[in-house]
Nanobody, 124 residues
Framework: QLQLVESGGGLVQPGGSLRLSCVASRFTLARYAIAWFRQAPGKEREGVSCISSGDGRTYYTDSVKGRFTISRDNAKNTVYLQMNNLKPEDTAVYYC?????????????????WGQGTQVTVSS
């Protein structure tokens, strides 16, 4: 079974940057559509960004466009979420998710495999 491990979260000041990593074990991540979701306390899980397998098409929710970048490094079996100009409202637990049956990708939480999450806190 595909296992996903997120890392790279932490505490950062507003305007700062973090790079989250999602590493897969036992399977080749390049075959999977990957998405990043986040969940803040008391709020529903929100889709942030996704990247398709194959052609690597990407999607970003409006609130992160121009600030976040999703990318793959297939040699490292890793997907990244580069987050710049972070805002307090970006504070949440961030999860990566994977699925090999999707055409393209989506930020609807229909993915089969999920990581445990990494905390991102944006505060001064």
């Amino acid at each position: 079974q595909l296992q996903l491990v997120e890392s790279g979260g932490g505490l950062v000041q507003p305007g700062g940057s973090l790079r989250l990593s999602c590493v897969a074990s036992r399977f080749t991540l390049a075959r999977y559509a990957i998405a990043w979701f986040r969940q803040a306390p008391g709020k529903e899980r929100e889709g942030v960004s996704c990247i398709s397998s194959g052609d690597g098409r990407t999607y970003y929710t409006d609130s992160v466009k121009g600030r976040f970048t999703i990318s793959r490094d297939n040699a490292k079996n890793t997907v990244y979420l580069q987050m710049n100009n972070l805002k307090p409202e970006d504070t949440a637990v961030y999860y990566c998710a994977a699925d090999d049956a999707l055409v393209g990708c989506t930020v609807v939480p229909v993915y089969d495999y999920w990581g445990q999450g990494t905390q991102v806190t944006v505060s001064s």
